[in-house]
């Protein structure tokens, strides 16, 4: 196994066809799929299923390559202490639940290390997607909340993935309107007041449970008769202005990115979420991955 076979890897997973990886590496098709084959029977698994369509990666792959991006990492480190030719295109990977200071923190490090070229992927998306994704290492980092309803499965999930969740900070529930909004008038809003409003949350897909939920108030049972889904943060933004609706929310807002449009307001319950970041167990984070835990904690 050579680190030139990883990238090569590495690079058919990415594009997910031989023909688009070879002209990434600059070599043959067929060289390219003979290295591949070679990689595999050497370690005695199957990194790929070929179709007819393209390649699609294997379970085992999964796993392998999750390592094998690690392997390149490092090595791309040591080249730099020793060599002084450090990795010209970085690649770095965060999933996150929708919050507007993980998107700040994410900006601050493309500016630290962007350079001439890079490879940042912000995945702003579902519960059991950044549980997975950083279980699998296509993302390093994952940024999302436990609650008292929340806690025992989604902690018995991290565990299960063996994932390690590290405290940011914990905060009352505030609730996220439109400064337009008839209830922003108050300094603090009730369960009650809401009723009118419609309720504005992300779509969960087939794992819709409130133990899934980015809201924490989905865990507490009152009257809600009007209910939105949406999948994105602008869309969410643009409804509670559209339509006077509400989300419920940790209370940090950017107003860089969100401008002065969205308020919040504490809610009048006894709850709170605590919002934190996932990584894998035994893996050494990257640069990349530490420089954006430290941003994090800044901005919060």
Excluded: W
Aim: hydrophobic fraction near 40%; charge should be negative; proline fraction near 3%.
């Amino acid at each position: 196994m050579t680190l030139q076979q990883l990238k090569y890897a590495v690079t058919v997973a990415e594009t997910k066809n031989i023909t688009e990886a070879s002209k990434k590496v600059f070599i043959s098709q067929p060289s390219l799929t003979a290295s591949i084959h070679e990689l595999e029977n050497e370690m005695g698994i199957t990194i790929f299923s070929r179709t007819n369509k393209g390649v699609s990666i294997t379970n085992e792959g999964d796993e392998f390559l999750a390592y094998a991006r690690q392997v390149l990492e490092q090595a791309s480190l040591l080249e730099e202490h020793f060599k002084g030719a450090g990795d010209d295109s970085p690649i770095f990977s965060v999933s996150c639940q929708h919050y507007s200071f993980a998107v700040n923190a994410f900006v601050k490090v493309i500016k630290m290390f962007g350079g001439n070229e890079y490879d940042f992927t912000l995945r702003e998306t579902q519960t059991h997607e950044i549980i997975e994704d950083v279980a699998k290492l296509k993302s390093e980092i994952g940024v999302l909340y436990l609650s008292q309803k929340n806690q025992k499965v989604i902690s018995k999930l991290l565990e299960k993935n063996n994932l390690i969740f590290s405290e940011l900070f914990t905060a009352p529930l505030h609730v996220f309107i439109s400064s337009s909004n008839p209830l922003a008038k108050k300094e603090k809003i009730t369960l009650k007041d809401l009723e009118p409003y419609p309720y504005l949350t992300y779509e969960q897909g087939d794992y819709n449970s409130f133990y899934f939920a980015e809201e924490p108030l989905t865990e507490i049972d009152f009257d809600c008769r009007k209910n939105v889904k949406v999948r994105d943060r602008a869309t969410l933004f643009n409804l509670l202005i559209g339509l006077n609706g509400y989300t419920i929310c940790s209370g940090i807002i950017s107003r860089e990115l969100n401008g002065k449009d969205i308020i919040a307001r504490p809610l009048n319950v006894e709850d709170f979420m605590t919002v934190g970041i996932i990584t894998k167990k035994g893996i050494n984070l990257s640069r990349y991955a530490t420089a954006y835990i430290e941003a994090l904690r800044e901005r919060v």
